[in-house]
């Protein structure tokens, strides 16, 4: 996914849209410490050699700054992968500075299944994780699981903010569509935009 994203951005440039997000987590967390940046720039440049310019995010980009702009430093999460590649996602946040205290691999080794799996047990899941001596809880650690649902139920009972990688990617784009304003806490806008999707 990493390698073909590039000729993906130049693909849809002549689209007119007003920004582009590469919605994979673990493709981009893959290719190693801080991978997000430069494939964010290099998804910019093949857009802008085609004539136009609009800014490129990409999901693992978006987790750690949304995580940044909550003030959290310890985090807790719920991943679809293998111990092995939670690890992974775990050094990869550590790096940027976000020290993962818990986590919970599902263990799902076909990325097929990954989007059937049940967000009522995620909701459990979460719940086991709970908001003790972390700032924020990564309810999906990966834009394919579903956790929108998940998210709704939860909401209103954690005192720490609840996001997961796809409501991240949102925020973002939210932002650069200037949706949001400059004032609003991206905590509150995290639960806006969750109890607004499943109202």
């Given amino acids: 996914m990493a390698t073909d994203s590039e000729r993906c951005a130049r693909e849809i440039a002549d689209a007119n849209v007003d920004v582009v997000a590469h919605a994979c987590l673990v493709a981009t967390m893959f290719m190693g410490t801080g991978a997000h940046r430069e494939l964010e720039r290099s998804l910019s440049q093949a857009i802008s050699d085609e004539g136009t310019s609009v800014p490129a995010i990409t999901s693992a980009g978006a987790l750690v700054r949304t995580l940044k702009r909550m003030n959290a430093s310890k985090i807790a999460l719920v991943?679809?992968?293998?111990?092995?590649?939670?690890?992974?996602?775990?050094?990869?946040?550590?790096?940027?500075?976000?020290?993962?205290?818990?986590?919970?691999?599902?263990s799902e080794p076909d990325n097929r299944k990954v989007a059937q799996l049940d967000e009522s047990k995620l909701a459990e899941h979460v719940a086991t994780l709970g908001a003790d001596s972390v700032?924020?809880?990564?309810?999906?650690?990966?834009?394919?699981?579903?956790?929108?649902?998940?998210?709704?139920?939860?909401?209103?009972?954690?005192?720490?903010?609840?996001?997961?990688?796809?409501?991240?990617t949102a925020i973002e784009i939210a932002s650069h569509l200037h949706l949001v304003t400059d004032h609003q806490g991206v905590g509150d806008l995290a639960k806006a935009l969750v109890l607004g999707a499943t109202a």
Avoid: H, W
Avoid at 82 to 104: C, D, F, H, Q
């Fill in 79 to 106: 991943a679809p992968y293998k111990p092995e590649l939670t690890s992974m996602v775990e050094e990869y946040l550590n790096a940027e500075g976000l020290r993962v205290v818990r986590s919970i691999s599902l």
């Fill in 135 to 168: 700032d924020a809880v990564i309810a999906s650690a990966c834009v394919q699981m579903p956790s929108l649902k998940a998210l709704r139920v939860l909401a209103s009972e954690f005192r720490v903010p609840l996001v997961s990688a796809s409501l991240c």
